[in-house]
Nanobody, 118 residues
Framework: QVQLVESGGGLVQPGGSLRLSCAASGIGFSMYGMGWHRQAPGKQREFVATITSGGSTNYGDSVKGRFTISRDNVRKMVYLQMNSLKPEDTAVYSC????????????WGQGTQVTVSS
């Protein structure tokens, strides 16, 4: 059974930092691109960042230069380091695993809440 379990969310002041983690199980982790998306109340889900199995990264325009995605293929973990957080970063952040060649193999975690507020 595939599981993606996020952790590390919480309340942080503007300008602060958080590190999100996603633990994957039930998949051949090295065959999957991993990503983070977010959804704020009343808004559509927004792309945040992805990282391929080889370590190539891509970021949404709104987080470039502030967020860093990384992965540990041995521990089957993916991380999102978030710096210089803004109130508009407030959202539920979800982890995504997408197989490199099998389109149907696309999995999501339940999400973790990030709130940026003073």
């Amino acid at each position: 059974q595939v599981q993606l379990v996020e952790s590390g969310g919480g309340l942080v002041q503007p300008g602060g930092s958080l590190r999100l983690s996603c633990a994957a199980s039930g998949i051949g982790f090295s065959m999957y691109g991993m990503g983070w998306h977010r959804q704020a109340p009343g808004k559509q889900r927004e792309f945040v960042a992805t990282i391929t199995s080889g370590g190539s990264t891509n970021y949404g325009d709104s987080v470039k230069g502030r967020f860093t995605i990384s992965r540990d293929n041995v521990r089957k973990m993916v991380y999102l380091q978030m710096n210089s957080l803004k109130p508009e970063d407030t959202a539920v952040y979800s982890c995504n695993a997408r197989h490199s060649t099998i389109a149907a193999a696309n999995f999501w975690g339940q999400g973790t809440q990030v709130t940026v507020s003073s």
